[in-house]
């Protein structure tokens, strides 16, 4: 059995006197790719923020790499936060910095690099995104949705993290971008072996990129299990998210 990368222990979640997330457990193991898919408002951005110490759960526990993710001073979260990366669901780049500065943000912030060491690091990570050395000096305004992506994969890969969490990765791209966006993903994740978190409502990503799939229902992890054996669940999320039309095509097409 794998380390786990994270686990997350009888996690509770209530925003005024709603409860989000009631009894949710949830063990991620190193390598594995998995989707956590659930209905919209159901928790999902939640959790992910939680996994990496945003938001802290109302009750429960959730541990990364063996760690506690709060408690342990400042140095240890900072050498937790260098372990992982994030694509948070608007890709959210800095504005006002273009594409180069964007990448070089995480590093610099070390504070342990000089500025010819960041060059190469950042003219590296757009190479591994598939961005073109050009790129670098663009603006975000200037860049099309695919590419705000990549940059955001980029500076979520900065600094070589062993996990990645996307957040709708492949939302409001179309088709093809999408597609191309979810083949870099897959093969990174592979290349550099990296175990990822990925929310997503599209089945195509899910179909082509998830090792498993965490269904977030009713308040806690209902399911967490391999594709083929969620399909084969009867419970209306699960019949309406993998057995609507557009969902069978997807996972046609994936098999
Ligand atoms: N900081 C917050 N304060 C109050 N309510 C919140 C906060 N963050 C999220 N919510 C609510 O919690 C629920 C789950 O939100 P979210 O995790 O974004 O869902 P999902 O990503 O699955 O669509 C939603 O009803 C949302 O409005
Ligand atoms: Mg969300």
Redesign the pocket.
């Known amino acids: 059995m794998n380390a786990p990368i994270i686990s997350v222990r009888d996690l509770a979640t209530r ?2 006197e ?1 409860w ?1 997330h009631r009894n949710l457990n949830l063990e991620i193991v190193a390598g594995e790719m998995v989707a956590l898919v ?10 992910l923020r939680q996994m990496i110490g945003l ?1 802290l759960p109302t009750q429960g526990e959730i541990r990364m790499f063996d760690e506690p993710l709060f408690g342990g001073g400042v140095q240890r979260e900072r050498a937790l936060r260098r372990r992982f990366g994030v694509l948070f669901q608007h890709g959210a780049l800095f504005s006002a910095f273009n594409v180069f500065d964007n990448i070089a943000f995480p590093l610099r912030e070390l504070k342990c690099f000089d500025p010819e060491t960041i060059h190469d690091l950042v003219m590296l990570k757009l190479e591994m995104v598939e961005l073109l050395p050009r790129h670098a000096l663009l603006m975000p305004a200037e860049l099309s949705g695919g590419m705000v992506k990549r940059v955001a994969l980029a500076r979520a890969l900065a600094l070589e993290p062993e996990l990645l969490l996307l ?1 709708e990765p492949t939302a409001g791209l179309d088709p093809d971008r999408s597609d191309s966006f979810v083949r870099l993903t897959r093969m990174l994740g592979e290349e550099l072996g990296l175990t990822v978190v990925l ?1 997503t409502h599209d089945l195509d990503t899910l179909a082509a990129l998830a090792t498993r799939v965490a269904v ?1 229902a009713e308040q806690h992890i209902l399911a967490y299990d391999t594709i083929d054996a969620i399909m084969r669940l009867d419970h209306p999320f699960i019949r309406n998210f993998f057995h609507s039309e557009r969902g069978q095509r997807a996972l046609a097409h994936a098999h």
């Open positions: 925003f005024g709603t989000i659930g209905g919209s408002g159901s928790g999902k951005t939640t959790l938001l957040d929310v977030l």
